[in-house]
């Protein structure tokens, strides 16, 4: 045990800290499992040591301190002679010298003098983050150093690195940069440039040192830049962004300044400041005053210091569930314009009330659904409620009363159909809700749950609407493999063609359809027209399963399936049939229940071969009363089949033609 003693001397009275402040500091070290410093001379060589130990309960001046069980102990402390206490703290370090004090290998004992003095005043605040399971790697020249965080803030980190084998710390050199990663033991939590600001000169222990890093990145972005970036809104009152610091492990509730869909702002004090360029952020939470909370995975992009004390940090929304992000879109839409409404609650009675007003469901449409009246109100009161994985609206309304209308569908995996568009004529509704649908679309895709990559419609060429806003940007763009334009014949029942007799003849045969077949028609398709359509319409080889969407209708109440078939002559491909099979009334021309035959060879596939095909399958379904696309529209011309009409199927790639759309509609939207 070393005993011992030092003359206080002519010690100013004058502390930044008095006795009573001390004991509360050092039960705030002891409940936050921290540790204290104790700084050590050799008495004969008077090179320094400094070891950390935990202090015990304090409730007077007599203070215990355990060892830290990392600390290593010189041999003989005998040789050593106390110089200082060092009571770490968030912001400001404070140091004193005891009068008395013992030392064994177990601990260390002193009494508390009178307050102790402050010896660093930092900018920002470092959290001790020694019991956090962090790990750290410095990469400089190509050559990465081991270690552990020890002090976390925004400005700079302490840490401490290990030489590995064949390696010298001597090698980290203070003018050059170097890449900081930090991550737990799921994944990487931060990765950036940093500056070797200053080093301890003193080896902790054989191999090891502490350095003071200091990032150097102030963006780090994730995304592409987008020329047409999600609009920001400012809430009054103004919502919290909460985060489970990945790093210090603290809870911090950041007030936000801006807000959008896919991100937002948020303002910290410099000196309390927790956010750096490029950290992750797994574990976030926006909450609009504790009343609607909407969790999320986010990361840091920028990080811009104001110059008045404050700093703004810019963060993207990376994941969040498909329920919070539509509550988030509702939100921003709505603080734009009260009128405007996204997959909100609506009345399937009203809808088809408004249906009616605008000559959407005109007489003979109606005819055609009017004996399945009730399954059309069941399937939209289901798609209405509870489709949020399969469904999205978008209303514009203003007292109640339904002023526009457009609906989304997720007829594929990765593929959402718009439909339903419709809007009362003397109003502008009509235009809003199909901006707020290309700003949802060119704003979501990005996120993981919305399964966004394609969207598609079908329209008339002479619907004026669509032919203008959808067929005028494929016209304007002119590349197909961001937005193109396939023309299918259209019959309104499967029977249209009457009932085809006898069997497969000869060489000919109809089987279902395998991945080679899906292959060899999408190298036709790419020759014929070299559009959007077979990716779109899931004709990939992947798209022959179908059955996670097929799950993700059935958690609704609802059913669609799909059953692919290939007819083949001598073995080579022909035809594909598309039987869709889905319940009653998600779209109101039945595209959904619809059998599509993809033709390959016009002249081999005659008019006799597709009756028979047609009604084979549509007989086994039960789909003669349902309707019948045939692609490309030529076959119908050629043969002369009793087409009804044709329609125009508009497909558009979201991540390559977004922007391209979204300057588009820019032309028609501004001030809407």
């Not at 050590?40 to 304090?58: C, G, I, M, Q, S």
């Not at 449409?365 to 509870?386: H, T």
Request: proline residues 4%.
């Amino acid at each position: 045990m070393t005993v011992g003693s030092v003359q206080a001397g002519n010690v100013s009275t004058l502390f930044a800290l008095g006795r009573s402040q001390l004991l509360n500091r050092l039960n705030v070290i002891h409940f936050q499992d921290g540790n204290l410093f104790v700084a050590l001379r050799h008495k004969e060589h008077a090179y320094p040591l400094r070891l950390h130990a935990t202090p015990h309960p304090a409730e007077d001046e007599h203070i215990k301190a355990t060892w830290h069980k990392d600390t290593v102990l010189p041999p003989d402390l005998m040789a050593f002679t106390l110089e200082s206490i060092i009571i770490p703290g968030p912001q400001r370090t404070f140091s004193f010298t005891p009068e008395r004090y013992w030392i064994d290998t177990d601990a260390i004992r002193f009494e508390l003098p009178d307050g102790a003095n402050e010896i660093t005043g930092r900018k920002c605040v470092r959290h001790d983050c020694r019991h956090r399971p962090i790990t750290v790697c410095l990469t400089q020249h190509f050559t990465p150093f081991a270690g552990a965080l020890l002090e976390y803030s925004a400005n700079s980190m302490l840490v401490k690195l290990r030489a590995g084998e064949n390696q010298s710390l001597h090698w980290l050199n203070p003018d050059a940069p170097a890449t900081l990663t930090l991550g737990d033991e799921r994944q990487t939590l931060y990765s950036g440039s940093v500056k070797i600001s200053c080093r301890d000169q003193q080896n902790d222990e054989e191999g090891t040192r502490t350095f003071i890093l200091e990032p150097t990145s102030t963006s780090a972005p994730r995304f592409s830049p987008k020329k047409h970036r999600a609009r920001r809104e400012q809430f009054s009152p103004s919502p919290d962004f909460i985060i489970n610091h990945p790093v210090t492990g603290r809870r911090h509730a950041l007030k936000v300044h801006d807000l959008g869909s896919l991100g937002l702002a948020v303002e910290e004090a410099e000196e309390t400041a927790v956010l750096i360029a490029g950290l992750l952020l797994p574990e976030a939470e926006l909450s609009f005053a504790n009343s609607l909370c909407l969790t999320c995975t986010a990361q840091v992009v920028y990080r811009n210091p104001s110059g008045d004390g404050r700093v703004r940090c810019g963060i993207a929304i990376l994941d969040i569930k498909l329920q919070d992000h539509l509550k988030l879109i509702s939100l921003i839409q709505q603080v734009q314009d009260t009128h405007a409404y996204v997959s909100n609650r609506v009345d399937p009675e009203d809808l088809f009330e408004f249906f009616f007003e605008t000559g959407f469901l005109y007489p003979h449409k109606y005819a055609e659904i009017a004996g399945n009246r009730e399954e059309f109100l069941k399937a939209y009161a289901k798609l209405y409620d509870q489709g949020t994985d399969i469904a999205r609206h978008f209303v514009y309304q203003e007292n109640g009363r339904i002023l526009g209308h457009l609906g989304t569908l997720r007829l594929f995996d990765n593929t959402w159909m718009s439909h339903h568009h419709a809007a009362i004529h003397s109003s502008h509704a009509g235009l809003k809700v199909v901006r707020a649908i290309s700003e949802f679309l060119n704003d979501s895709h990005l996120l993981n749950p919305t399964n966004l990559k394609y969207i598609i419609g079908f329209y008339r060429a002479e619907n004026k609407f669509p032919e203008k806003y959808f067929g005028g940007f494929v016209r304007q763009v002119q590349d197909a493999a961001k937005s193109s334009l396939d023309v299918f014949s259209y019959l309104n029942q499967a029977s249209s063609l009457g009932y085809g007799q006898g069997d497969m003849a000869g060489d000919w045969e109809l089987g279902r359809a395998m991945a080679s077949d899906i292959i060899e028609y999408r190298g036709y398709y790419r020759k014929v027209s070299g559009g959007l359509m077979a990716d779109a319409m899931d004709l990939t080889p992947q798209g022959l399963d179908g059955q996670k969407l097929a799950k993700a209708y059935e958690a609704c109440g609802l059913q669609r399936q799909r059953h692919l078939y290939a007819i083949r002559y001598k073995k080579a491909l022909k035809a594909l049939v598309d039987v869709q099979d889905s319940a009653l009334g998600l779209n109101l021309s039945e595209l959904t229940n619809a059998i599509i035959v993809y033709i390959l060879d016009e002249e081999a596939i005659h008019r006799d071969m597709v009756r028979f095909i047609v009604s084979a399958l549509a007989i086994r379904y039960n789909k003669m009363q349902h309707p019948l696309l045939i692609y490309p529209n030529t076959y119908a011309v050629r043969y002369r089949l009793p087409v009804d009409k044709e329609y125009t199927l508009w497909a558009l790639d979201i991540k390559s033609g977004g922007e391209d759309y979204m300057s588009w509609m820019q032309r028609y939207c501004r001030g809407k």
